[in-house]
């Protein structure tokens, strides 16, 4: 098991920027792929990006293609997300997920590991 703890979450304007980070701890981070997720209210939880062990295995959804930016850095234990141009539909509860391996992937079946979420909030 993989400990995840998200952080960065906060209150952003439309067009706005934010970097969500997630913390992980308890095994050897570098032996597992990453996914960030995301639930709005009334809506179903979806996959917004995953990374595998090789930063250049990266998955996006189409929806934050060119403004979401998912990295990782093995030395921190760390998994990042960028999100630059927010739009309306973007506010939701952000959740980190973890799944033994290497590849990356958006089946969130497939991550047994998730953190508690950070909350990013729209204002006007």
């Known amino acids: 098991q993989v400990q995840l703890v998200e952080s960065g979450g906060g209150l952003v304007p439309a067009g706005g920027s934010l970097r969500l980070s997630c913390a992980a701890s308890?095994?050897?981070?570098?032996?597992?792929?990453m996914g960030w997720f995301r639930q709005a209210p009334g809506k179903e939880r979806e996959s917004v990006a995953a990374?595998?062990?090789?930063?250049?295995?990266?998955y996006y959804t189409d929806s934050v293609k060119g403004r979401f930016t998912i990295s990782r850095d093995n030395a921190k234990n760390t998994v990042y997300l960028q999100m630059n141009m927010l739009k309306p539909e973007d506010p939701a509860v952000y959740y980190c997920?973890?799944?033994?391996?290497?590849?990356?992937?958006?089946?969130?079946?497939?991550?047994?590991?998730w953190g508690q979420g950070t909350q990013v909030t729209g204002s006007s």
């Open positions: 997920a973890a799944r033994l391996g290497l590849i990356s992937t958006s089946d969130s079946s497939r991550y047994d590991n």
């Open positions: 308890g095994r050897t981070f570098a032996n597992y792929a």
């Open positions: 990374i595998g062990w090789s930063s250049s295995d990266t």
